[in-house]
């Protein structure tokens, strides 16, 4: 990994304008390599024109919770019975958006999601979306360094990056460094604009990236998404909330 200089760029959810300033951007940066951490069409306007961006780009990808729930809602009962205080989100998510993300992906970009690898390894790097046997859940920023050592330690990698959670931060462990690379089109940190994370040696860092958020609204409107105000409003104040 000392060798290479890597990017990594997760939680798209289908902002195709967040994630065209982040490929201008890794344009000045010039990694050696590019990493897809998943999360790539769900809860946007542009699915289908994310997806086939990123194929474009040839960027080695992982499969992330709302990726597969494009191509399979069998555990939509388990979801909803483990997370009960996030029912109506999730039964937003199953039931309003991602039938609609599947109507405007082709059956081949539906495919390519359905064959994507839960976890990468490059050299001293692992790459997941979320946890290494859990698409669904991972730690939080502030979790300590045993149980983040805990679930990530099994990968037995230098550096474990995954995503999920939508806010980055970097963690040296004794035995490991843990990193999120936060979301191109949905931060949850306070921030709005768009995160990746560079690895450079044995410098992690994470980069942030403004895109034009009235566009962005602009475009969720003219795409008849489903919920284009709420949308617009997560992203400017880069906070969650449910619909």
């Known amino acids: 990994m000392d060798a290479l200089r890597i990017a990594v760029v997760s939680d ?3 902002n195709l304008t967040a994630l065209e300033a982040v490929v201008a951007d890794l344009k000045t940066q010039a990694p050696d390599l590019v990493l897809q951490g998943g999360d790539l069409a769900l809860i946007g306007p542009r699915p289908a024109e994310a997806v086939e961006l990123v194929r474009q ?7 992330g919770n709302t990726d597969e729930i494009v191509f399979d809602a069998a555990n939509r009962g388990l979801e909803l019975a483990k997370a009960p205080q996030l029912r109506p989100w999730l039964k937003t998510l199953f039931d309003d ?3 609609w993300a599947r109507e405007r992906l082709s059956q081949d970009q539906i495919a390519w999601l ?4 839960r976890q990468r390894k490059l050299e001293e790097l692992a790459l997941v979306h979320a946890s290494p046997d859990d698409l669904w859940r991972s730690p939080m920023p502030d979790t300590p ?3 983040l050592e805990g679930v990530y330690g099994v990968l037995s990698t230098r550096l474990v990056v995954y995503g999920h959670i939508h806010r980055p931060y970097v963690r040296r462990l004794q035995r490991l460094i843990v990193a999120n690379a936060g979301s191109v089109g949905l931060p949850y940190d306070g921030d709005p604009r768009a995160s990746y994370l560079f690895v450079d040696g044995s410098t992690v860092t994470t980069r942030r990236v403004e895109y034009d958020l009235d566009l962005a609204r602009t475009d969720a409107i003219q795409s008849g998404f489903p919920l284009a105000e709420w949308l617009a409003d997560v992203q400017r104040h880069a906070r969650f909330r449910m619909p």
């Open 114 to 117: 359905r064959r994507l690898p």
């Open 12 to 14: 798209v959810h289908g």
């Open 97 to 99: 958006l991602a039938p």
């Open 57 to 63: 780009m040839g960027w080695p990808s992982v499969m």
């Open 145 to 147: 360094d045993g149980e």
